[in-house]
């Protein structure tokens, strides 16, 4: 059974950093695509980054471009998310998801799994 189990979520000056990780549990993750998705309140659940876990190729919203960077460490089975220069409008509720596909897909719903979520407030 996956589990996915967020961490790293917190309270943040506009222009800082956080990093973000996901601990996945449970698969062989090879062959999965690994995603960030984040929902803010009263908005639908939009893509953040992916990263295919075999090659490391990686895929990026065009709001978060330059600024954040996915990773994954295979030993650790763990994915990153590293967050610079934020802004007020990256506070959201940020998600860690799986999709066993060898393709990087940008809408939630090809995603199997999902976390628990973690909170990233980013004051102005």
């Known amino acids: 059974q996956v589990q996915l189990v967020e961490s790293g979520g917190g309270l943040v000056q506009a222009g800082g950093s956080l990093r973000l990780s996901c601990a996945a549990s449970?698969?062989?993750?090879?062959?999965?695509?690994m995603g960030w998705f984040r929902q803010a309140p009263g908005k639908e659940r939009e893509f953040v980054a992916a990263?295919?876990?075999?090659?490391?190729?990686?895929h990026y919203a065009d709001s978060v471009k330059g600024r954040f960077t996915i990773s994954r460490d295979s030993a650790k089975n763990t994915v990153y998310l590293q967050m610079n220069s934020l802004k007020p409008e990256d506070t959201a509720v940020y998600y860690c998801?799986?999709?066993?596909?060898?393709?990087?897909?940008?809408?939630?719903?090809?995603?199997?799994?999902w976390g628990q979520g973690t909170q990233v407030t980013v004051s102005s």
């Open positions: 990263i295919k876990w075999s090659t490391s190729v990686t």
């Open positions: 449970g698969r062989t993750f090879s062959r999965y695509i």
């Open positions: 998801a799986a999709d066993y596909s060898n393709v990087i897909d940008i809408t939630p719903g090809p995603y199997d799994h």
